[in-house]
C-alpha cells in the first residue's frame, strides 16, 4: 500500500508551513539513490566548495572560520542517474505533493546539499521563494533524506507559521546568496524550531517558509536531497505570458493560460 498522507501532515502545513512524513522512502529506495547519488558525485563533481557565499558568514560562523566550511551541491541528478529521474513521479512522494499544492503540479528543480563531517556548511535564515519566485503561495520544497540528520548533523530549522508573512525582503546581490537581514533575523534573536530526520524522511515546506540549517558537527556525512514542486497554475515572477513554460508535470493536466497555441515550425 505504501506511505499515506493523513490529514494530520497537510493541517500542519497549513498551520505551521511545513511537515514531516517518514520513512516515505523505504531502506532499499535510499540504499539505491544514495549509492547512485555517491556515484555520480564520484563521476562528475568536481569543484571544492565552501558553500552559500556573502557576508551572512560573518553572522554565522566564528572568526577565522568563515571559509572554513565544506558543502558539495548538485544539481539535476536525473540528467545522470536513472533513479533519480523516477523519484520526480515517485507515487507516494506524489501523493504528498499534489496533497499540498493541488493535483496539477510541476517539478520545478533537483538538487542535492551535501554536508561533509565536521565542517559541512551552515545555511543563514531565508525563505526559498527569492530563489525562484513564482506568482503565487503553491510551491513546496521536500527535503529528501539520504542519511539520518540528527540536530548535531545541522539538521533544518524552522520558523513555524512564518509562511503566512509572504515574500520578505532578503539581502541579495552578486556578492552573496539571498539572505534575511541578521539584525531582524538570525538564531540568536529568533525562536526555530530543529526538524531533525531519519534517512528516508521527507521534509515539506513551503518556500514562504523560514529556516536555516547550522553546521555539521557530526562526524557523518549529511546528504539530503531538496526537490521543488509548484502548481500549474503558477508561473515565474517576470514570465512573459505569451511563451510556454516547459517544467515537466507530474500530476495532472496543465491548462493553457494567456500562452498562445502551440505551432509546428
Ligand atoms: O538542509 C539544509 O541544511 C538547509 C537547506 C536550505 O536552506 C534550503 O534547501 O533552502
Known sequence: MGFQFSDAHTDQYRRDGYCKAEGLFSPDEVKELGAEMDWIIEEWWGEESIGWRGPW????????????????????????????????????????????????????????????????????????????????????????????????????????????????????????????PPDQYHPDITETVPVPAKAGDVIFFSYYLIHWSDLNHSDQWRRSVRIGFHNAAMLPVGHDPQT??????????????????????
Open 57 to 180: 558568514r560573518d553572522h554565522y560562523l566564528p572568526d577565522g572560520q568563515q571559509r572554513e566550511t565544506r558543502a558539495v551541491f548538485l544539481g539535476n541528478p536525473q540528467f545522470y542517474s536513472a533513479a533519480w529521474g523516477r523519484v520526480i513521479y515517485q507515487q507516494s512522494l506524489n501523493n504528498c505533493v499534489r496533497a499540498l499544492v493541488g493535483p496539477a503540479v510541476q517539478w520545478h528543480h533537483t538538487i542535492l546539499h551535501g554536508k561533509p563531517p565536521e565542517r559541512g556548511t551552515p545555511f543563514p535564515m531565508h525563505q526559498d521563494y527569492p530563489f525562484y519566485p513564482h506568482d503565487g503561495p503553491d510551491f513546496v520544497d521536500c527535503l529528501v533524506h539520504l542519511d539520518d540528520a540528527p540536530l548535531e548533523s545541522g539538521c533544518l530549522r524552522v520558523v513555524p507559521g512564518s509562511h503566512t508573512q509572504g515574500p520578505l525582503d532578503h539581502i541579495e546581490g552578486d556578492h552573496t546568496r539571498p539572505y534575511l
Open 244 to 265: 510556454p513554460y516547459h517544467k515537466v508535470m507530474v500530476g495532472g493536466l496543465k491548462k493553457r493560460a494567456a500562452e498562445t497555441k502551440l505551432t509546428y515550425r
